[in-house]
């Protein structure tokens, strides 16, 4: 009788660890106790940023999208959810990238002189030789880091507060919150943006962009794994796989732009030099498509277009406009475009100004 | 002799029983499979397990093995407990319950090879050697490489009883072992069992066929409505079933006249009377007949068989209760 | 004793026709696999690890295994799952072996051990028939990654080597739980029914994102992140995550089977 239940015991306990250690798994990895720290002032913080050295480290970077862009079969790197890359670099400019999309993956290896990208997907590698531009600018723009910093922070400070709001457990690293909040003078849909720094290595781990009205971040983009350190010198080399083909930039590109709905698009507004409005948060990029530009977009972009924009009109004339949670976007039938970190009513008042 | 269900006031020493229960009580949900059984198999004994379908024997013998969890009751085996000591005595225990249960795309010997993988008692050397005697007892040797799916019923009996017989047992339990043999096959499972009990082995089975039980057991238990009615050695149990003498006379009248006085019940059946011999003898019933003028044409000792027996303790309480036939089928498989 | 048991378990699991049938078709795998690349010729592949099929034959077996994760392993898991407990329970032979007697758990693990050992022969057979194959029809040289690496052949077979014994512990513990389904009836096509019936809601739930809150507890969930042993370096984390999954269903499926046995009438 005892045997049995004592069997019976470990088997229900079996049953309950494994219940367990499902809802554990399902539950999203805690953020655990927030680092104590010593105090640390906006300011320095902000120059120690700049100033920091960048150190050789390998790690996994998540980009977590909640955009509310819609999700187009043909881009879903996009689409909302949570995307991650791997990333190594020497800290001396050779750098590893690795894209994972699904199955297939994209592979970046810049080995210092030639950057090499490999996509699984076509079994394809472009090779981009780095142009012999020696580091000449620096000589002219020799000014010290840390002036630059202090100007970056004062140019800032104009349309922002900029605050160290506690600390924060980022891949397992310690680090300062550093809040960048709009004033309340600017009209614009984001709240703040926090960023939390490195304590150690001043380096950012995570970007998170807060939205008004929301209380979840819009999107997150920061380190879920990282180490710190020396990396493998054999991750900065690539050599193309036995049968991949080998191409340039240049003969992609002219392939792509044969191709891609985005592309026609993207030529489209590259017609002019774009135009700033405003200033701050709130400013506004606006341009002008060209009229024959406007005709020439490709049909399967258009259809895109007419997806997932809305129809709007008002004194200034009539367009679509394009929403998401970070931004906006207003393209009038005539061919003006305007776009901002700024809610639609913005737009409206300031696509009259576009020439 | 006991024809109670009470618990025996002596229980017999502890060594002398391979098996026993107390109180033992089967539910399945709300049908009571077995209630108050309290069974006693004495060491060394044959016993033949009786009752009507549905009586509740397969129910017992599943309990005994530890198939079933008794919802009441104790049981005892080869002197171990049940549940609990049933790794220590199953072991000695060859059974063939409900069936022989083989795998079909398997020959008749590696079905008994994969038995014998199992057999605790059984060295791993000697497993080949074992299952050939085990098929050479049961007459299996010829078929043994032919897969059970072709089995004949009785060949797949046959080999059920070879499983059962892998190693030497102390206790050999066979439900229903005769079922669909013919009778050459049914005269060696009395051979087998008969060899059984020479060689000291406990056998206990349960039976439809009660000329079966009568030929080779030495104890009998009969089981009804789940409960046994009936139980002890089947010589006692048959002269306790009472003996009577019948006799033939024309003169029925003056004859039961006569016995009245002398103390003695007789009732009268068919040409003459039925006379229980319970307190008396028949030549003292013979005298009273002649000394009251009594003309005795023929006179017969009629001795209880195991059938009648039998169907006095199954059908006797069915014909009291009237309604039963209603309880049996209230009391079926759900 | 128990070597014994477990010896006799694999070998009556191996005569049985539905095994050597079930073992020879997913041998087929790997080999309409590797031909049907080869017929399709440069212009063939397809999304994800079939794009790097073409002269990377080593690669064949893992995608073979990985395709096969998603219901032919499961159905063979459930076959196997079904057979050890319903199937001996219809032919009356769990009878036979509880009074042999062996011990109610005991016979659990006997059976788990069958199922692993099964499913690790399985796995291992496809996967050295997608080496041959591959290798035959598609050609070698060494093993190219997602990531564009190439693998020495050495390399190459450790990393074959470890998705065999992932892609098995996920089919062991989808049998364990198919064992506890397995456990509370007597007829094993119910037990190949619900798990192939939960497997394939599973992954169509795994298809809503409206339902993104309950992803992470179906074990289908993990088993797209196996693929990560064909990038280099290995990213661990959702290899293990799937793996603890599997895990957890393995020990769920093990105690409700444990529980379900020492309970039964039988
Ligand atoms: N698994 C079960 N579920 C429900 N009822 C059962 C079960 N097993 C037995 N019973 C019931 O218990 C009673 C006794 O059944 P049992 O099989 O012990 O009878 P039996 O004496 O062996 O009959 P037979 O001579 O027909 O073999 C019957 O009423 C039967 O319906
Ligand atoms: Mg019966």
Redesign the pocket.
Known sequence: MNKRKVTLAVATAGVLTGAAGLSLLAMPAGAGQPPSLPDVSAESLVEQVMTAKPGAFGGTVEVDNKLGLPSIAEIPQLADGKHSARIWTDGNGKLRLALPNGQSEQTIVDDGKTTWSWNSQDNEVTKSEHKDSPKESNGEKAIDPATAAKEIVTKTKEFSDITVDGTARVANRAAYELVLSPKPTEKTLIREVRIAVDAELKMPLRVAVLTNGAAEPAGTVGFTQINVGPQDAKLFEFTPPANAKVTTPEAKEAQAREKLPEAGLEAALQGEDPQIFGTGWDSVIGARIPADAMTQVPAEAQGLVDRFTKKVSGSWGSGKLFTTKVATILIADDGRVVAGAVPEQVLFDTIGQVK | MTTSTSAPVTAPAKQAVAARTRGLR?E??S?V??DRVDLELPEGAVLGML??????????I?MLLGLVRPTQGEIELLGRPLPDGAEQALPHVGALV?GPGFHPFLSGRENLIRCAAFEPLLEKRKIKQAVEDALERVGLAQAAHRRYRGYSLGMKQRLGLAAALLVPRKLVVL??PTNGLDPAGTREIRRIIADLHDRGTTVLV?S?LLSEVEATCTHVAV?HR?TVVAQGELTELLQAGGSALQVVTPDVETALGALRQAKISARPLGEGLRVELAGTSAPQVIETLVKAGVGVHEATRWKTGLEELFARLTEAEEAERGMSAVDTLD???? | MITRQFGSEVRWMLRRPRTIIGLFGLVLVPIIISFGIWTAGDGGGGPGLAAILQGNGMVVPIFTLFLSLNLLLPLVASIWAADGLAGEAQHGTLRGLLVAPVSRVRLLFVKLFGLTAMSLFAVTLMAVVGIIAGTAFLGTNGMMTLSGTTLSTGQGLLRIALFVVLVTFQMVSIGAVALAVSSTTEHPLVVQAATMTTIIVFQVLGQFQSLDWLHPFLITTGFPGLIDVMRDPIPLGQIWDSTLLAGCYLLIGTGLAAMRLITK?S
Not at chain 2, 331 to 334: I, L, V, Y
């Open positions: 089967k399945y949900g049908t499979a077995v009752g009507p379908n549905g009586s509740g024997k397969t129910t017992t599943r409900e439900d229903e349960s439809h089981l789940g009391g079926g498989p759900r | 009438d």
